[in-house]
């Protein structure tokens, strides 16, 4: 009972933001390369990537706010937007996924995203589904000798969850994997896992270096190092948890025992507090 009322929880959370007034959010921008970009509004971070003859979204916010995405862009690029990958199916990074489908950009996600959109309770109108889907990797070319490298990775924060990755650019958008400077929401009812977040994100850091620019779904662009420490934080946190509960410590128990106490005040503030981050890994860690 507990777990389905903490899954409410969260969709209703989910649910009231998406509902809430959007009429005065700005959308700005931050210049990562010479054709990559991110841009910060309401909901998950959006990457931006300009090709030959075509803008790449890296997910798109909320439906209420698409048209200030698209002016904004306009400002980037007189390019259009012409694709929208996904990094999971949430909806404050999928929500403007059915009017830039209608508006004529190619929806792309892992087979997951789609598999969830389509059989979730209150579906997205069906022009909101990824109408070209992968189950593992996948490469777009920009046709200006850049690329986008789409990589799944193992359920974390959900079980589509795709990183995506502009190698020569050397810029990696990592979504809900990496929630920089606070800490992360594992969606339980949508496959995350805490032992597949550690693996992710552990592998990340093999894959960049010291320059690499990181867009993470929610925070600030992140180095490497801000990474580390984050998976530093997590790992931890999941030997603590893990050690408390082979010892025969409830929940309960743990949520009273400050295991996270060094990181509360700093990573602890938003959505997901202290409580719930310990829940997440009480329940999920092998």
Not at 21 to 29: A, F, G, K, R, W
Not at 121 to 140: G, I, R, S
């Amino acid at each position: 009972m507990k777990k389905i009322t903490l899954i409410t929880l969260l969709t209703l959370s989910a649910n009231l933001f998406a509902q809430r007034d959007l009429s005065n959010v700005e959308i700005t921008s931050e210049k990562l390369t010479e054709n990559v970009y991110v841009l910060f509004g309401a909901g998950g971070n959006i990457g931006v990537a300009i090709g030959e003859d075509a803008a790449y979204l890296i997910d798109d916010q909320f439906g209420a706010l698409t048209e200030k995405i698209v002016t904004h862009v306009k400002t980037i690029t007189d390019k259009p937007v012409s694709f929208v990958l996904n990094t999971h199916l949430h909806g404050d990074h999928t929500g403007g996924n059915e009017n830039l489908a209608n508006a004529g950009a190619l929806i792309i996600a892992h087979d997951n995203v789609r598999k969830r959109m389509v059989s979730a309770e209150e579906p997205q109108p069906k022009e909101a589904w990824p109408v070209v889907t992968f189950n593992d990797k996948m490469t777009l070319y920009l046709k200006n000798g850049k690329s986008v490298h789409a990589m799944h990775v193992n359920p974390a924060h959900t079980d589509g969850d795709t990183y995506y990755y502009f190698p020569e650019d050397n810029v990696i958008h990592m979504g809900d994997n990496f929630f920089s400077g606070r800490y992360p929401y594992i969606d339980l009812g949508s496959g995350g896992d805490i032992d597949g977040l550690i693996s992710n994100v552990s592998m990340a850091l093999e894959l960049i270096d010291d320059t690499t620019k990181i867009i993470p779904g929610h925070g600030e662009i992140s180095s490497k190092e801000d990474l580390k420490n984050y998976t530093d934080i997590l790992v931890i946190l999941r030997e603590r948890v893990k050690k408390a509960r082979d010892e025969g410590k409830s929940l309960e128990e743990m949520q009273q025992m400050g295991l996270s106490k060094e990181w509360d005040e700093t990573h602890g503030q938003g959505f997901i507090n202290a409580d719930r981050i310990i829940e997440f890994i009480y329940k999920s860690a092998d």
